[in-house]
């Protein structure tokens, strides 16, 4: 090729916010990043995600899960863990046959990675339904719900081969009428008598025998400066109890959109929204698992978060589904993602499952009584 004439430019990866389903799974839309052993439709990490998780659970393509996850993929839950392929299958069908008429739209996807050390992509999904049929949540009351989930995945060769999903239940068990405590009952029993007293056990590793809270967090999770300095706030609000810092990261106008649906506006909210959490765990330890971030169509970066809190139920808080203080340890399950724009925080979404924690507490409360 002459030094003058310059190769087309490649277009870039799909993103979620401004585009119609039919452009996230586009038909002879040419591949625009390498991706050695995807199947042939997917031109790239987004369409990969969007369009496999429409095929699998809007399509009821279920058997495309034996494609596109491996044989021994591990999925993390907030009530549990599946370990093989199949346990994915039965659990899958099992959702889809209380909820036909569900559909789960794709909020924004969060990535990064190639093709020679894998995809990491972080899918926040706002799904919608109705309950038409009996199934795992009992007889069909025909109410209808909206909830969000977000299903941070790793990827390689068109099989996801690791995968943490935190979908809000509690927000479709309240909106269907159901009696959350009963669900949380049942969940503990069959822990329970598989021989589990509790979710997670050991030390609080926010304050190691009688020192103060770290001062620096653990930073190399992190991949460029933007995520580092997330990192140090997150840590300096939800490990040093800095909740005031939250007015220097956050715009005065920004959108808070939490659990059980919650729609919030301001600094004052987020703050609020943090601050319960934490009143609710006093001695909550916030640990980043993950973190990856993507420049956005919309201005800024969006950046993922996946998190553990861990600590006892010794507190008020915005956890008022668990009522008065047990004690009981608690671990949550969370994902954050970011809309950074200026340097500001314009929009939070936080996802985690208030009916784990109750049914954490119920299985403490079995293994009490054991």
């Known amino acids: 090729m002459p030094d003058d004439i310059q190769p087309p430019a490649r277009e870039p990866v799909l993103q979620v916010e401004r585009r119609d389903y039919t452009q996230l799974a586009p038909e002879g839309r040419a591949r625009v990043q390498p991706m050695r052993g995807f199947d042939p439709i997917y031109t790239d990490i987004v369409d990969y995600i ?3 998780t429409h095929r699998i659970w809007d399509e009821r393509d279920v058997g495309l899960i034996y494609t596109h996850y491996t044989h021994n993929c591990v999925l993390y839950g907030t009530t549990g863990t599946l370990y093989t392929r199949e346990e994915v299958v039965r659990d899958t069908i099992q959702r889809l046959v209380s909820f036909p008429e569900r559909r789960g739209m794709a909020t924004q996807v969060i990535w990064r990675g190639d093709e020679d050390e894998g995809f990491y992509t972080s899918h926040l999904v706002t799904g919608t339904g109705r309950h038409t049929q009996n199934g ?50 049942r969940m503990a029993r069959a822990a329970f008598d598989k021989g589990l007293l509790s979710i997670d056990i050991g030390e609080n590793r926010r304050l190691i025998g009688q020192m103060p809270p770290e001062a620096e967090p653990d930073l190399s999770i992190a991949h460029n400066d933007l995520e580092r300095d997330t990192l140090r706030w997150m840590h300096e609000v939800w490990n040093g109890r800095m909740f005031g810092r939250i007015k220097d990261v956050y715009a005065p106008n920004c959108q808070y959109h939490g659990p059980l649906m919650v729609e919030l506006y301001g600094q004052a909210a987020v703050i609020h929204q943090t601050l319960g959490l934490i009143g609710s765990i006093p001695d909550g330890a916030f640990m980043p698992q993950h973190i990856c971030s993507t420049p956005s169509e919309e201005g800024g970066i969006k950046i993922a978060v996946r998190w553990i809190l861990e600590g006892h139920h010794m507190g008020y808080g915005i956890l008022q589904a668990l009522g008065e203080p047990t004690g009981k340890r608690l671990q949550v399950m969370g994902m954050t993602h970011l809309h950074v724009k200026d340097g500001k925080v314009v929009d939070e979404w936080r996802v985690y499952d208030e009916l784990s924690l109750m049914m954490q507490v119920r299985l403490a409360q079995m293994a009490g009584m054991a």
Not at 150 to 175: F, G, P, S
């Open 136 to 185: 795992h949540l009992g007889p069909a009351t025909g109410r209808t719900f909206t909830s969000r989930t977000v299903a941070d995945c790793m990827i390689h060769e068109n099989k996801i081969y690791r995968e943490w999903v935190v979908a809000d239940t509690l927000a479709i068990i309240q909106q269907l009428g159901l009696d959350g405590w009963a669900f949380a009952d």
């Open 50 to 52: 969007v369009r496999c």
